[in-house]
């Protein structure tokens, strides 16, 4: 990120601090602008749109829990419920006092921030596995709590409906237009996290990652940075919550269980821990892994299973296969997809004169 | 009226017992491989799902009781080798975000794999008990339950055993207790480190086949392995008598609980006072009852 490249010379501050500060860089994300933003709505049908849909909320949620994770690493296995703090306080907004989306978003994030803040004050006692099997449990009473409460979930095992959102007047009922509504909230997300991580708070939580002794000799107050780390990634988890239930038209508990939360350390495992784009691909490769797996089990399953067996196979190998990558990248690419991503830039980068 | 809430108390304190006492098992297993190797095990409850669903195997191929058990014990021992060599080793000195997820994605093969081989259907594993509960006073006991406390009773008096008498268990405390110098004294590391895992592998497999007993194999049965971080928090991650007695009060407590509250919210309690009770431990006493007291600045 602090690389300076020969033959690109600053001459002002705001070049020198600038978010893309090499031509390379603009250029290939003013491509992906083009790309994400003109023609993958133009290519894609319905179906297809509500699958980028799922992947951009994917990105929201893996963004916010790789700053926790992979910038502070502190371990959190309580993700997928403090998605669902954010999607139960929205839903009780929007459907008992009619508040429109601009607020709901927020104060969505707002309350699961507040909460992952709770579940974080444990991390100033404990690290490591401690921490993993505290957040474990909060996941399970923030589960529980909201299922059994009838005053948020409206009863146990019932679901909320969520009305669509309504921008400037235009109720979004179709996929494309929902994938532009979160598509703001995707860049948002993207330029916030960049933004953060090196900033002054970023690059304390960097360096409470890297040695935490030294990092409150130096005179960072590690109490203080570890709680913000909380805050910041249960907000981005809490707005992910919120655009899943404005996605799907439903707040249910169901879509926030433990898988929820280990999908999305998976996504950021698989894409590459403390990189800004790991999340990005983790969040594509995880999200797209079952929809693949089902497309080529009922393309070509068909030769070789009858129908019910094929319906029964799905979400096992799934599962098998899930498992099996998350190993594969631990053991052999620890640093993910992000890794392979880089090759394949400096590749270009210097090209064709590598050196 | 009071007479029969007393009963009904006692009841739920033996079942309590008992199924504490199985918890302290599956426990068992996660204590003795964060013991000697430091890795925490999140497919502790996969690894019993696998042990129960190959001694069932071995029993609908109309196999003795005696020889599925030993086939579950032998194949428990040979996977968990083979897990050791393959994937944990690598992943020695790295973070522990990564052993944590490395364990939670075997979590997630195991569970996909068998239930691609072997369908999703449950699988009876019946213990040669018969099925009629015994009477003790107004205390009703299943023999399930009896037998599966009486096995864990005395493999874990057994494990006791194994680490203070013999040479093995002295050197696997040694490893657990400072690799470096168990280095020096010229105990081979890496070979406890296997063993270590292949004593989880023989108590999942005991673990697998009486949990099978009492609820039948099928995906459902990894969701025991949830209760054994409860269990090990209260008791002391590295504790082999904390893990009994951790079971044993989540266990009674669990009953409690779901015996007095489920009424009133709608159920679920079982599977949430055990880690509101795990919190209240952390806060309070973070290394558990029998914990050993890591001074660490944080």
């Given at each position: 990120?602090?690389?300076?490249?020969?033959?690109v010379?600053?001459?002002?501050?705001?070049?020198?601090?600038?978010?893309?500060?090499?031509?390379?860089?603009?250029?290939?994300?003013?491509?992906?602008?083009?790309?994400?933003?003109?023609?993958?709505?133009?290519?894609?049908?319905?179906?297809?749109?509500?699958?980028?849909?799922?992947?951009?909320?994917?990105?929201?949620?893996?963004?916010?829990?790789?700053?926790?994770?992979?910038?502070?690493?502190?371990?959190s296995?309580?993700?997928?419920?403090?998605?669902?703090?954010?999607?139960?306080?929205?839903?009780?907004?929007?459907?008992?006092?009619?508040?429109?989306?601009?607020?709901?978003?927020?104060?969505?994030?707002?309350?699961?921030?507040?909460?992952?803040?709770?579940?974080?004050?444990?991390?100033?006692?404990?690290?490591?596995?401690?921490?993993?099997?505290?957040?474990?449990?909060?996941?399970?009473?923030?589960?529980?709590?909201?299922?059994?409460?009838?005053?948020?979930?409206?009863?146990a095992?019932?679901?909320?409906?969520?009305?669509?959102?309504?921008?400037?007047?235009?109720?979004?009922?179709f996929?494309?237009?929902?994938?532009?509504?979160l598509?703001?909230?995707?860049?948002?997300?993207?330029?916030?996290?960049?933004?953060?991580?090196?900033?002054?708070?970023?690059?304390?939580?960097?360096?409470?990652?890297?040695?935490?002794?030294?990092?409150?000799?130096?005179?960072?107050?590690?109490?203080?940075?570890?709680?913000?780390?909380?805050?910041?990634?249960?907000?981005?988890?809490?707005?992910?919550?919120?655009?899943?239930?404005?996605?799907?038209?439903?707040?249910?508990?169901?879509?926030f269980?433990?898988?929820?939360?280990?999908?999305?350390?998976?996504?950021?495992i698989?894409?590459?821990?403390?990189?800004?784009?790991?999340?990005?691909?983790?969040?594509?490769?995880?999200?797209?892994?079952?929809?693949?797996?089902?497309?080529?089990?009922?393309t070509?399953?068909?030769?070789?299973?009858?129908?019910?067996?094929?319906?029964?196979?799905?979400?096992?190998?799934?599962?098998?296969?899930?498992?099996?990558?998350i190993?594969?990248?631990?053991?052999?690419?620890?640093?993910?997809?992000n890794?392979?991503?880089?090759?394949?830039?400096?590749?270009?980068?210097?090209?064709?004169?590598?050196? | 009226?009071?007479?029969?809430?007393?009963?009904?108390?006692?009841?739920?304190?033996t079942?309590?017992?008992?199924?504490?006492?199985?918890?302290?098992?599956?426990?068992?297993?996660?204590?003795?491989?964060?013991?000697?190797?430091?890795?925490?095990?999140?497919?502790?409850?996969?690894?019993?799902?696998?042990?129960?669903?190959?001694?069932?195997?071995?029993?609908?191929?109309?196999?003795?009781?005696?020889?599925?058990?030993?086939?579950?014990?032998?194949?428990?021992?040979?996977?968990?080798?083979?897990?050791?060599?393959?994937?944990?080793?690598?992943?020695?000195?790295?973070?522990?975000?990564?052993?944590?997820?490395?364990?939670?994605?075997?979590?997630?093969?195991?569970?996909?794999?068998?239930?691609?081989?072997?369908g999703?259907?449950?699988?009876a594993?019946?213990?040669?008990?018969?099925?009629?509960?015994?009477?003790?006073?107004?205390?009703?006991?299943?023999?399930?339950?009896?037998?599966?406390?009486?096995?864990?009773?005395?493999?874990?008096?057994?494990?006791?055993?194994?680490?203070?008498?013999?040479?093995?268990?002295?050197?696997?405390?040694?490893?657990?207790?400072?690799?470096?110098?168990?280095?020096?004294?010229?105990?081979?590391?890496?070979?406890?480190?296997?063993?270590?895992?292949?004593?989880?592998?023989?108590?999942?497999?005991?673990?697998?086949?009486?949990?099978?007993?009492?609820?039948g194999?099928?995906?459902?049965?990894?969701?025991?392995?949830?209760?054994?971080?409860?269990?090990?928090?209260?008791?002391?991650?590295?504790?082999?008598?904390?893990?009994?007695?951790?079971?044993?009060?989540?266990?009674?407590?669990?009953?409690?609980?779901?015996?007095?509250?489920?009424?009133?919210?709608?159920?679920?309690?079982?599977?949430?006072?055990?880690?509101?009770?795990?919190?209240?431990?952390?806060?309070?006493?973070?290394?558990?009852?029998?914990?050993?007291?890591?001074?660490?600045?944080?």
């Amino acid at each position: 990120m602090f690389y300076r490249e020969s033959g690109v010379f600053k001459t002002s501050y705001a070049a020198d601090t600038a978010l893309m500060p090499l031509p390379n860089t603009r250029i290939g994300a003013a491509l992906a602008g083009v790309i994400f933003l003109a023609v993958l709505p133009m290519v894609f049908g319905e179906y297809g749109m509500s699958i980028c849909n799922l992947i951009l909320i994917a990105i929201v949620g893996a963004i916010g829990l790789n700053i926790l994770v992979g910038y502070t690493d502190q371990v959190s296995l309580g993700h997928g419920a403090f998605m669902s703090v954010g999607a139960y306080a929205a839903a009780n907004l929007v459907v008992r006092m009619d508040m429109p989306f601009w607020v709901a978003i927020p104060a969505g994030g707002v309350m699961a921030a507040f909460i992952g803040t709770l579940v974080g004050i444990p991390s100033l006692r404990i690290k490591g596995l401690y921490l993993a099997i505290t957040t474990l449990a909060a996941q399970l009473i923030i589960e529980w709590t909201i299922n059994h409460v009838p005053a948020i979930s409206g009863g146990a095992q019932s679901t909320i409906l969520m009305p669509p959102p309504e921008v400037f007047g235009v109720v979004l009922k179709f996929q494309w237009q929902i994938y532009f509504f979160l598509m703001v909230f995707v860049i948002i997300a993207m330029v916030g996290a960049a933004n953060l991580i090196r900033s002054r708070i970023g690059r304390a939580f960097i360096a409470i990652r890297d040695q935490d002794i030294a990092a409150e000799i130096i005179g960072i107050n590690i109490a203080r940075y570890k709680l913000y780390a909380f805050a910041i990634s249960s907000f981005y988890a809490g707005v992910a919550g919120v655009l899943y239930t404005y996605y799907l038209g439903i707040a249910n508990y169901e879509q926030f269980q433990l898988t929820v939360s280990i999908d999305f350390l998976a996504m950021i495992i698989i894409g590459g821990l403390g990189s800004p784009l790991g999340p990005v691909f983790g969040a594509i490769f995880v999200t797209l892994l079952p929809i693949l797996v089902r497309r080529f089990l009922e393309t070509f399953g068909g030769y070789f299973m009858d129908y019910s067996t094929l319906a029964a196979t799905i979400p096992s190998l799934r599962l098998a296969i899930f498992g099996s990558l998350i190993i594969f990248f631990l053991v052999v690419e620890p640093e993910g997809l992000n890794r392979l991503w880089r090759k394949v830039r400096n590749y270009f980068r210097t090209w064709p004169f590598s050196y | 009226m009071s007479e029969f809430d007393l009963q009904f108390t006692l009841l739920l304190v033996t079942s309590g017992l008992m199924i504490g006492m199985m918890y302290a098992l599956i426990a068992l297993g996660f204590v003795l491989v964060y013991k000697a190797t430091d890795a925490i095990n999140f497919a502790q409850g996969e690894f019993v799902m696998l042990a129960g669903l190959m001694a069932a195997v071995s029993i609908d191929t109309s196999l003795p009781f005696i020889v599925a058990v030993l086939i579950a014990i032998a194949g428990m021992i040979a996977f968990c080798f083979g897990l050791e060599r393959v994937v944990l080793r690598q992943l020695l000195g790295r973070p522990i975000i990564a052993v944590v997820m490395a364990t939670i994605g075997l979590a997630a093969l195991i569970r996909g794999a068998s239930t691609l081989s072997f369908g999703p259907g449950v699988r009876a594993l019946p213990l040669p008990v018969s099925d009629d509960p015994l009477f003790l006073g107004p205390i009703m006991l299943p023999p399930v339950q009896m037998v599966g406390a009486g096995v864990s009773l005395v493999f874990l008096l057994g494990f006791t055993w194994f680490f203070l008498k013999t040479r093995m268990g002295v050197a696997m405390q040694a490893v657990a207790s400072n690799q470096t110098v168990a280095m020096g004294m010229g105990i081979n590391v890496q070979r406890y480190f296997a063993l270590a895992w292949a004593l989880t592998g023989i108590v999942s497999a005991l673990g697998g086949v009486i949990w099978g007993a009492m609820l039948g194999v099928d995906n459902q049965l990894p969701l025991v392995g949830l209760k054994v971080f409860p269990v090990v928090i209260l008791g002391g991650l590295d504790s082999v008598i904390g893990a009994v007695v951790g079971g044993l009060i989540i266990g009674v407590v669990e009953a409690l609980a779901a015996g007095y509250f489920d009424p009133l919210v709608g159920g679920g309690t079982k599977d949430f006072v055990p880690y509101l009770l795990m919190i209240i431990v952390l806060m309070v006493r973070p290394y558990g009852l029998f914990g050993k007291r890591k001074i660490q600045r944080i």
